[in-house]
DNA sequence: GCGACTATCTATAAGCA
DNA sequence: TTGCTTATAGATAGTCG
């Protein structure tokens, strides 16, 4: 009778993988499908691009176009103040510790654009609640009481963040 | 008549997309993508990775678990022959600074995934809304609203983080 | 670890809001 | 730019050699 070759692709929960093998596989599997996504997006849209990867035995592997080495320099480059540029030689600490700054001050934009996205979309959410007429939502509470747990969490992270930041910014201004 | 909603996907070559809107559009969602799988491949196998890429405007834009740099110095350390191990007295302020800063990004990329977590749980519930059409949904509401308010609380925190950090990078950069 | 294969799952092109 | 929808192209989990 039909044998069942496969069940094909099966979903997935994102979280580490504690199987060893498996998790090697799909290491292989997903970079090259990483790297692959790395080059179309390369090609089509005529930018640059780097990705370094360290493999779970620890070895790194890189691609990027032109290279990796141009485009980590052009990543410096770029978070690195014009006025810096005549001291290239110096690039010793201050240019580390300001690429760090600068790329922490990134990050911390995109976090603001997200929760300001967030935000929006609660109220947009908030909306829908009020005009549409649910019941038998328990699930749906539950779900909710789970995100406004996480939200004080972030919440509390961000404080930790920003005294952590407030007072390294301190301690180097003391150098 | 039968309209024609949507061809669907269509497939396409991969090669330069001339026409800059699509070209720019095709690039936003690409980049979201790679920059989603780059996570999972770190989620999954608990691997190290960055990406750094240049928007067709120029612009850098990066993700790194635990962080670009420190992605990037590993990198670059692996890549570099033992000599220049010999002067690690030279950075004796500089190394405890930069493990501070790292810390610093590796909690921001923590957040990071906090807000996109709380992102997946809006879609969540906002298919339930959807889904569902009773009412008296009053309490969900509440929690909608006490959400928002956190996340009003939160930008503000995520403003002063950020505003704090331009203005130490300015000092130091003054020194 | 590397391909091959299959059945699914996921990403996304196109068009519009 | 970001979101949403539809329908399809592409990626990949599980399995075998």
Known sequence: MAKKPSLGRQKIEIKRI????????????????????ASELCILCGVEIAIIVFTPAGKPSSIGHPSVDSVV???HYCNTPSFNL??????????????????????????LNQVEAEKN????????????????FFW????????????????????????????????????
Chains 1, 2 share one sequence.
Do not use: P
């Open 121 to 136: 979309r609660r109220i947009v959410i908030n909306k829908a609640v009020k005009a549409g007429k649910g019941d038998r």
């Open 73 to 75: 320099n052009r990543y």
């Open 18 to 37: 504690e199987k060893e093998d498996s998790r090697q596989v799909c290491f292989s599997k997903r970079r090259a499908g990483a790297f692959k996504k």
């Open 140 to 175: 749906a509470q539950e779900i909710g009481e789970f995100a406004l747990n996480d939200l004080r969490d972030l919440k509390a992270s961000m404080e930790n963040l920003r005294a952590g930041v407030v007072k390294r910014a301190d301690e180097i201004l003391k150098v």
């Open 86 to 111: 005549g001291s290239k030689n110096n690039f010793s600490n201050g240019t580390l510790r300001m690429n760090r700054l600068c790329e922490l001050n990134q990050q911390c934009s995109e976090l």
